[in-house]
């Protein structure tokens, strides 16, 4: 079937533009190759960071858990033991997972046997990158987590578990260009598209917030050029103009207990006067942080973000317990995560990762084959789903049966930690309290999709004079943007405008202004990422970049060379949220305390257990399930 713009289904093979490649009719090896199977696939190397199409929770990754937790699928324990018994297994490959069985071994000593389990075809659960060969350039950007967020602040415990793995924090200061986008005067754009809008409009953005100024464009121009109804355009430059308390007479602790009980949104309908259509161009902004939009976060929230409309409230940070940081931003997520999973395995399968160095380990090729080497202390073993952990009928072991390849296996260890998806862990685990199943059953994972568009130039970026493109009422991309600058292990970033380089795309499923809430938006999301499929991502990857950029000579048939979609139903971790839940939860009190209290000799480990979606949360949570098992 033709698609827009003359792209047909046979130009892209998995992801890789095959009909622009050369001009010419390419070899079956070639094909391989577009599709993400180098050469070395076919001698039988697996590298999965070069597949392209639809990733994430690929194809194979989420089935036999969703048998068991949708349809109550039960497998057969084996009835012996199929595998190996283990001083420690830990189902979960993740940076939480990793992190417990490095911390593990400290603790025991190398000797120690651990097995690691996941269901993925690649460790680093969402710390995972994606590699490009473009035009005989190698590309290397994030596939889920992107970023260390103020990593001063870690507890002690995280800073040392980084400074053991090779990790130093400081040297990203040197590694991202901090003068890129001053130097190319690229700023934030808004785009309109013609499905909402009636029209391909690409504009500054004026909207600033905690992470980015507004544009250095006049705002009246900017505001008058959007396509929208006269009485918005006049709301919104009045808004923007000036610092008004647009609760006047309130005090300071009645101004923050209101707004903590309004949503955003309804604060610039209510009180800024903001009509539905110039909130419907914010709804969406920060969903990025939150996983959620404005409909569903609070206005004090919106005060923290530095929001339109809450510049002349008269609060201080303090008082409404804004965290703050003296670490800028664009160093915090100048790292690859997939780095720090990449330093875990090296110090605990050195073999499958060559090198010895934070800045070698960025060009090192991770060995597979490596990973699950019979006869090794640590083995890593991916395409395997946990469905049943329980105790032995002494209680001193624990057996474990996963499914590999469509047949169960039984594993025995003295010591478990699960550092999987949290919610699945009732499903599998029945010795589950049913309170702690219930305190586990308060959150859900928030889903999200990362794209990875490896373009074979950034001229029409330049030319425009935007470094990245907000998009108000996207039915999937929101946002995109260029690559992170960072150079780091003889890696170099583009630094020429007609040089490959990739554009992050953002997908946020979210059902808005609706009167749903912070859950049910996230479960009905999460069905939207399943029920997509690459074409459907596609096609709106090319509609949204011929829009915003095809003016400024992006070819998009031209243009791009690859797609990796990287979809993540189960996402960020669940993080209370003031405008549903109780005022007094926090990532120190909530019911996912009780929810990862430990059983016998299985602990819990993953940043839902610790309500707080990043790394450190994961990284103190395996310190947490370590120092249980090793108490005992």
């Not at 999937?476 to 992050?504: A, C, E, K, N, T």
Request: aromatic content about 10%; charged content about 20%.
């Amino acid at each position: 079937m033709a698609k827009k713009h003359g792209i047909t289904r046979r130009d892209f093979v998995n992801g890789i533009a095959i009909g622009t490649a050369a001009g010419s009719i390419l070899s079956p090896m070639d094909i391989a190759k577009a599709a993400g199977l180098s050469p070395e696939t076919h001698m039988g190397e697996h590298y999965p960071p070069a597949l392209t199409g639809l990733r994430g929770s690929h194809v194979g990754s989420f089935e036999v858990a969703h048998g068991v937790a949708w349809q109550g699928k039960k497998w057969d324990r084996p009835s012996a033991q199929t595998d190996d018994t283990y001083d420690l297994v830990v189902l979960g490959g993740g940076i939480s997972g990793l992190s417990a069985a490095f911390l593990y071994q400290q603790h025991v000593g190398t000797d120690a046997k651990i097995l690691i389990l996941d269901n993925h075809d690649d460790f680093g659960g969402h710390a995972k990158r994606n590699e490009f060969d473009v035009d005989g350039q190698t590309l290397i950007g994030y596939g889920g987590s992107q970023s260390m967020e103020a990593p001063g602040k870690y507890s002690a415990a995280s800073k040392k578990l980084l400074r053991d793995i090779n990790i130093d924090v400081q040297a990203f200061y040197q590694a991202y260009d901090q003068e890129f986008y001053g130097r190319y005067k690229l700023e934030n754009a808004i785009y309109f598209n013609k499905e909402n809008y009636g029209v391909d409009r690409i504009l500054p953005d004026p909207f600033g917030n905690w992470f980015d100024d507004p544009s250095s464009a006049p705002l009246a121009d900017t505001i008058n050029a959007f396509p929208v109804d006269d009485a918005t355009k006049a709301a919104l430059l009045h808004m923007l103009s000036n610092e008004i308390d647009y609760l006047p007479g309130l005090s300071n602790s009645e101004k923050i207990e209101l707004m903590r009980k309004i949503s955003y949104v309804d604060f610039l309908h209510q009180y800024a006067g903001i009509p539905k259509d110039g909130t419907d161009i914010l709804t969406d902004k920060f969903k990025g942080y939150w996983g959620i939009g404005w409909d569903a976060l609070s206005a004090l929230e919106g005060f923290r973000m530095s929001m339109p409309g809450t510049y002349g409230l008269g609060l201080s940070p303090s008082e409404v317990g804004e965290k703050g940081s003296d670490e800028p931003y664009m160093a915090r997520r100048s790292l690859f995560l997939a780095g720090v999973a990449r330093c875990l395995v090296r110090k605990l399968i050195p073999s499958a990762v060559p090198g010895h160095t934070m800045q070698d380990v960025v060009k090192s090729r991770v060995i597979y084959e490596e990973l699950d080497r019979a006869g090794a202390n640590v083995r890593l073993r991916l395409n395997s789903t946990g469905v049943d952990v329980r105790h032995t009928d002494n209680g001193q072991e624990v057996d474990l049966t996963y499914v590999q390849n469509g047949r169960a296996h039984r594993v025995r260890s003295k010591h478990t930690i699960l550092a999987c998806y949290n919610n699945i862990i009732p499903h599998i685990c029945p010795e589950v309290p049913k309170a702690q199943r219930d305190a586990i059953g308060t959150a859900t994972k928030i889903p999200l999709v990362y794209t990875n568009i490896a373009i074979r130039n950034w001229r029409a970026f330049v030319d425009l004079g935007f470094q990245s493109i907000f998009i108000p009422k996207a039915k999937l991309m929101y946002q995109m943007s260029l690559d992170f600058p960072v150079s780091m292990g003889g890696y170099d970033f583009s630094s020429d405008p007609d040089q490959p380089i990739i554009v992050h795309g953002t997908v946020i499923p979210t059902v808005p202004n609706q009167g749903f809430n912070e859950r049910e938006q996230h479960i009905m999301g999460r069905q939207q990422v399943y029920a997509t499929s690459f074409e459907e991502y596609e096609d709106d990857i090319i509609r949204q970049m011929d829009g915003a950029l095809g003016g400024a000579g992006f070819d998009v048939e031209r243009d791009i060379a690859a797609i990796t979609v990287n979809r993540w139903p189960h996402g960020y971790a669940y993080e209370y949220n003031e405008l549903w839940d109780p005022a007094d939860w926090s990532p120190t009190n909530g019911p996912h305390i009780a929810g990862r209290a430990r059983i016998g000799r299985i602990s819990i480990a993953n940043s839902d257990a610790s309500a707080y979606a990043y790394v450190n949360g994961a990284i103190d949570a395996a310190v947490r399930a370590v120092d249980e098992q090793v108490a005992l």
